[in-house]
């Protein structure tokens, strides 16, 4: 009977390892980034920019993929601000955006990305709510 639960503890603890390393290429994204875009973003799209009711940040194209890496250039990004005790704040190379945190809003930001790495977070809450993105040239 031991032998069989050994056994099926090693099985398991094979199959969670294999479930781990499949799909990967060895690099892992940092924390709150991840290139999954599936079509390339061009300067002029749209971006989705959410934050709250939860304890939830994040920055979408428009067909819901999270942006990881974009080239320079002109974009618009749609902020859903869902939450009276969170702000979305996008700061970078020559960008300082932020909404309220004491008020729910919808609000679009007008910004010009420049090579370097932006980030976005909740300010109250910035060591939990956070990503950032890199923008290439």
């Given at each position: 009977?031991?032998?069989?639960?050994?056994?099926?503890?090693?099985?398991?603890?094979?199959?969670v390892?294999?479930?781990?390393?499949?799909?990967?290429?060895?690099?892992?994204?940092?924390?709150g980034?991840?290139d999954?875009?599936?079509?390339?973003?061009?300067?002029?799209?749209?971006?989705?920019?959410?934050?709250?009711?939860?304890?939830?940040?994040?920055?979408?194209?428009?067909?819901?993929?999270?942006?990881?890496?974009?080239?320079?250039?002109?974009?618009?990004?749609e902020?859903?601000?869902?939450?009276?005790?969170?702000?979305?704040?996008?700061?970078?190379?020559?960008?300082?955006?932020?909404?309220?945190?004491?008020?729910?809003?919808?609000?679009?930001?007008?910004?010009?990305?420049?090579?370097?790495?932006?980030e976005?977070?909740?300010?109250?809450?910035?060591s939990?709510?956070?990503?950032?993105?890199?923008?290439?040239?």
């Amino acid at each position: 009977m031991l032998r069989r639960r050994t056994a099926l503890a090693a099985a398991l603890a094979a199959a969670v390892l294999g479930l781990a390393a499949c799909g990967g290429d060895g690099e892992e994204a940092a924390p709150g980034r991840t290139d999954t875009a599936t079509a390339p973003v061009e300067p002029g799209a749209t971006l989705v920019g959410t934050v709250g009711p939860g304890f939830e940040i994040s920055l979408e194209t428009q067909d819901g993929q999270e942006v990881g890496t974009l080239p320079a250039g002109a974009y618009t990004i749609e902020v859903d601000d869902r939450a009276s005790a969170h702000n979305f704040h996008l700061s970078g190379p020559g960008v300082e955006e932020t909404t309220s945190v004491s008020e729910e809003e919808q609000t679009t930001f007008e910004v010009e990305l420049q090579t370097g790495t932006y980030e976005f977070v909740c300010d109250p809450h910035a060591s939990a709510m956070r990503g950032d993105f890199e923008v290439t040239g």
